[in-house]
């Protein structure tokens, strides 16, 4: 098993460009997460997904878009990168029975410019 | 109010000391509480959580402090270890979600 993924691990953007984030899991989890981590802030819940084909807003949702059209993918857009996006990005997943229990990614790195 | 306070911010203990996390909520709805470590470049993992019923959990070297009328718990891990630092985070789970702390950077001097 390979827990969850994410894809790319790294990326550099210029303000205005547009990229997704890939995430994907092989635990048959029915909840996923998007969180970013800032230093000092701890990890902030960007959308979250109780289930296939259905997203809700987090915390910090704003300039964000998220997909879950697949039950092991959920996908993270932004889609006019701003500096002040440049954050490491985690993805998470957990199951109905022990929903405190998140299993993370390795996360992804990302720099606007 | 959906906030978790964390404090401190940072802390150094010598190897063999306890090192101690405290934590703070709001929401009494909150079912579960658990504690996440994450190393450097790596994602959070969870370390041990504690239900709301129950005053205090061990689990080796960690233990979960609970104290449901202040609404407080902590983290103590006895004997710290070079290799327990780290960053923790205390956190809350509730309405299908987790709530986060800002987190503790712990270092264990050797």
Request: aromatic share 12%.
């Given at each position: ?7 790319p691990?790294?990326r550099?953007?210029?303000t205005g460009?547009?990229?997704?984030l890939l ?9 996923m997460?998007w ?9 902030r819940?960007?959308h ?8 809700a ?15 092991q993918?959920f996908?993270l ?25 998140q299993?993370f ?7 606007v410019? | 109010?959906?906030q978790?306070?964390?404090s401190?911010?940072?802390l ?25 470590q994450?190393f ?11 239900r709301p019923?129950?005053?205090?959990k ?13 609404k407080?718990f902590s ?20 309405f299908?979600k987790?709530v986060?702390?800002t ?8």
């Amino acid at each position: 098993n390979a827990g969850v993924t994410q894809t790319p691990k790294f990326r550099v953007l210029k303000t205005g460009q547009s990229m997704t984030l890939l995430c994907a899991q092989d635990m048959n989890h029915e909840y996923m997460y998007w969180y970013r981590q800032d230093p000092g802030m701890g990890l902030r819940l960007i959308h979250y997904s109780v289930g296939e084909g259905t997203t809700a807003k987090g915390e910090v949702p704003d300039g964000y878009n998220v997909s879950r059209l697949k039950k092991q993918n959920f996908l993270l857009g932004l889609e006019s990168a701003a500096p002040s996006q440049t954050s490491v990005y985690f993805c998470a997943s957990t199951t109905t029975r022990a929903r405190y229990e998140q299993y993370f990614g390795p996360g992804t790195r990302l720099t606007v410019t | 109010q959906q906030q978790v306070k964390q404090s401190p911010q940072s802390l150094i203990v010598q190897k063999g000391g306890i090192s101690i996390i405290n934590c703070a909520y709001e929401n009494t709805a909150f079912d579960y509480f658990p504690w996440y470590q994450q190393f450097p470049g790596k994602g959070p993992a969870l370390l041990i959580a504690i239900r709301p019923d129950v005053s205090e959990k061990k689990e080796g070297r960690f233990t979960i402090s609970f104290n449901k009328s202040a609404k407080q718990f902590s983290l103590h891990i006895m004997d710290s270890q070079p290799g327990d630092s780290a960053t923790y985070f205390c956190a809350a789970s509730g309405f299908q979600k987790l709530v986060f702390g800002t987190g503790t950077r712990l270092l264990v001097s050797p």
